[in-house]
């Protein structure tokens, strides 16, 4: 019996061709090169250092400069001079992985493939960003918290790809794992895994909850977009709630949800908003716990309150113009939100925001 699999709308991770994802043309490892070295520059004079540096071991790099310099000759030094010099050997010992560099030079040359779009919606504008990611390197089995992923080779880069759908086993595997285990994809026990192997001339979609690792068989540049999705909510919402419920005390990050519901309520598919309001009615009561704690819900707090706030103005309107056409909504049996009743904005106000943003001006 296969088992199920909860807010998992079917997708399953396809190759793409390349040329779908470029626009003109794909960079070539020289301007890759050159618009990563500006990239860490400019966020040094900032002071900013939105990208992240790790080690084999998946821990986080202490020193940030020297281990981003060490990634950038890891990709470079594929020669086979170098290796007969004994310089590759002491270098692959402990490949470094630069992940979530912001490149403007990618604004305009990457997109999300139109077949793609036919099928979900997007957020706009979505996040683009390059990895580093050197011969050898090896990213665990993880979750993208509910993102959707796009992911393409630059040059000689090639990768191999293990994924797994969020089925309930798979997903309960993954909270038994400890993360911190460099080895705990060898030690877990996942299911209906598919292999794939991408280079320059094929992308990749990871669809939104699917469990990934990947490990690099050529080093190089990896290119990747990664927006929420409307359908993608109600995964989104279990995934955040799950983080609360299995760190508590801890400030969650939120972000990602943020972006998804602001994504999902300008959807005007009816199943996405039932999606929304019923994972809300899920996670309003956790935030509400949370905001009483010493830090409050601070700024997403406010993001979340005027998300809903926009969105109910906007139904407020519409229903006052074509109410007839509206009642179109087929409820399920967890909502007790009925979006046919002129009284919905006014009944989700009291019911389910005042519990989590009341008396919370100082910390919301």
């Excluded at 998992?8 to 050159?34: D, N």
């Excluded at 979530?100 to 683009?128: C, G, M, T, W």
């Excluded at 999705?229 to 801890?250: M, Q, Y």
């Amino acid at each position: 019996m296969a088992a199920s699999i909860p807010n998992w709308k079917g997708l399953s991770p396809r190759l793409l061709s390349a040329g779908e994802c470029w626009h003109p043309r794909p960079p070539t490892e020289a301007e890759m090169w050159k618009a990563s070295v500006t990239e860490i520059q400019r966020a040094k004079v900032d002071e900013d250092v939105p990208y992240q540096v790790y080690d084999s071991l998946e821990q986080p790099s202490s020193d940030v400069a020297g281990n981003v310099a060490t990634s950038l000759m890891q990709i470079r030094m594929r020669r086979k001079e170098d290796e007969d010099e004994g310089q590759w050997s002491e270098l692959q010992r402990n490949p470094v992985t630069v992940l979530n560099l912001f490149p403007s030079y990618l604004a305009q040359r990457v997109h999300i493939p139109l077949r793609l779009k036919q099928h979900l919606e997007f957020e706009d504008p979505p996040p683009k960003a390059a990895n580093i990611t050197p011969k050898y390197a090896f990213v665990d089995v993880h979750i993208d918290h509910g993102m959707e992923a796009i992911s393409i080779c630059v040059g000689r880069c090639r990768k191999v790809w293990f994924l797994w759908p969020p089925t309930t086993d798979n997903l309960k595997e993954m909270e038994r794992l400890d993360h911190r285990d460099p080895d705990r994809l060898i030690r877990s026990y996942l299911d209906d895994g598919i292999l794939l192997q991408t280079d320059k001339s094929t992308g990749i979609h990871v669809p939104s909850g699917w469990l990934h690792a990947t490990f690099t068989i050529e080093g190089g540049f990896l290119v990747g977009i990664t927006p929420v999705t409307a359908e993608s909510i109600g995964l989104i919402s279990s995934c955040t709630s799950s983080e609360l419920v299995s760190e508590p005390g801890t400030q969650p990050n939120l972000k990602g949800y943020i972006r998804g519901l602001e994504t999902a309520l300008r959807s005007t598919k009816p199943s996405v908003l039932q999606d929304t309001l019923d994972g809300w009615q899920h996670l309003g009561p956790q935030l509400a716990i949370l905001r009483t704690g010493k830090k409050g819900l601070g700024d997403n707090g406010k993001a979340l309150r005027a998300i809903w706030d926009e969105f109910l103005l906007r139904f407020s309107l519409k229903l006052q113009r074509r109410r007839s056409e509206d009642q179109v909504m087929v409820l399920t049996s967890e909502s007790c939100c009925n979006l046919t009743d002129p009284a919905f904005p006014d009944h989700f106000r009291a019911v389910h925001m005042v519990p989590v943003f009341s008396h919370s001006r100082s910390r919301v």
